[in-house]
């Protein structure tokens, strides 16, 4: 059975949201608060798989009731609801521990979903969010992990791959040889490499070479 608490200072919601909860066959709700002082309390008085949190509760700004709960319940599942659109505050309650985040727009099938999911320990945000996440993490990740190189790292990459030593490299970029051999440290640990000899392979599979 899946035990749910739900936390919203309207008692219209809050009516609507048990009801959908209690048609569930394999959940019931536990408990609910209107505001923040209750919900601590009520999450402390019956054991909880789930808790539905408004955004807005009275006299507990967003997010500290969350990052307060989240560390209090390491194990509880934080799914937050919201008038607001995801793109407003669905990363950063993702950030502060929640499990998901759900638009009171969304129907009661959603909302159901969305508990079986972060109850399997999922996160539930809406397909669209949810591209927009992908989206932005392409966006800053590097195409290829050469892109991750500085300027300096580039240079040394590249003469690598031309086969000079490090000797060699040294003397044509006027370093120490070894600060060269740091150089060399970090580009194998930045492009996950072992030898000179796979970064000298990358290096030409990249054309990279002088």
Do not use: C, N
Not at 4 to 22: C, E, F, Q, S, W
Not at 47 to 61: E, F, H, N, T, W
């Amino acid at each position: 059975m899946i035990r749910v608490v739900i936390a919203d200072d309207h008692p219209v919601v809050r009516t609507g949201l048990r009801h959908i909860v209690a048609a569930q066959p394999d959940m019931q709700v536990v408990g609910e608060a209107a505001e923040g002082a209750g919900l601590l309390v009520a999450l402390e008085t019956s054991p909880v798989d789930v808790l539905l949190l408004d955004l807005a509760m009275p006299g507990a700004p967003f997010p500290g009731l969350l990052r307060d709960i989240v560390a209090r319940h390491s194990d509880l599942r934080v799914l937050v609801m919201s008038m607001h659109p995801e793109d407003q505050f669905a990363a950063r309650a993702l950030r502060e521990g929640a499990a998901g985040y759900l638009t009171k727009e969304r129907t009661p099938q959603d909302l159901v979903e969305a508990i079986r999911k972060v109850v399997r320990g999922g996160t539930y945000v809406s397909a669209a969010f949810a591209e927009q996440l992908a989206a932005a993490l392409d966006a800053r990740r590097p195409a290829v992990a050469h892109e991750a190189l500085s300027d300096r790292e580039h240079e040394v990459l590249r003469l690598i791959g031309a086969g000079k030593t490090v000797s060699e490299i040294a003397a044509e970029l006027d370093l120490s040889p070894k600060t060269v051999s740091t150089y060399r440290t970090r580009i194998l640990q930045k492009l996950r490499l072992s030898t000179s000899a796979e970064l000298i392979r990358y290096a030409l599979q990249h054309q990279l070479t002088a």
